[in-house]
Nanobody
Framework: QVQLGESGGGLVQPGGSLRLSCSAS????????MGWYRQAPGNERELVAS???????DYADSLKGRFTISRDNAKNTVYLQMNRLKPEDTAVYYC????????????????WGQGTQVTVSS
């Protein structure tokens, strides 16, 4: 099994910044893509940003310029730097590992973290 552990969420004032981290642990041979999703109350879970193992990134259009995703392949860790936060960014943020293989011959699987709450409020 692969476990994902998120950290870095919390309460921040509008205009502030937070950095989320997500580390994958367990027996891991490789992970194709890692990403961040978020879900606000009453809303569907939506993509925030994703990054391939080669460093190619993809962002939700509305978040480009404020959020930055990065990845440390050696540590199986993905980060999300969130700047100029707005109240509408309030949500539970989930980490996802896509195409994770525990061994070179394993079938790829997707894994989700438990989520970390981000609240933007004065």
């Amino acid at each position: 099994q692969v476990q994902l552990g998120e950290s870095g969420g919390g309460l921040v004032q509008p205009g502030g910044s937070l950095r989320l981290s997500c580390s994958a642990s367990g027996t891991i041979f490789s992970i194709d893509d890692m990403g961040w999703y978020r879900q606000a109350p009453g809303n569907e879970r939506e993509l925030v940003a994703s990054i391939t193992s080669f460093g190619t990134t993809d962002y939700a259009d509305s978040l480009k310029g404020r959020f930055t995703i990065s990845r440390d392949n050696a540590k199986n860790t993905v980060y999300l730097q969130m700047n100029r936060l707005k109240p509408e960014d309030t949500a539970v943020y989930y980490c996802k590992a896509e195409g994770a293989r525990q061994r070179f011959y394993s079938l790829p699987r997707d894994y989700w973290g438990q989520g970390t709450q981000v609240t933007v409020s004065s």
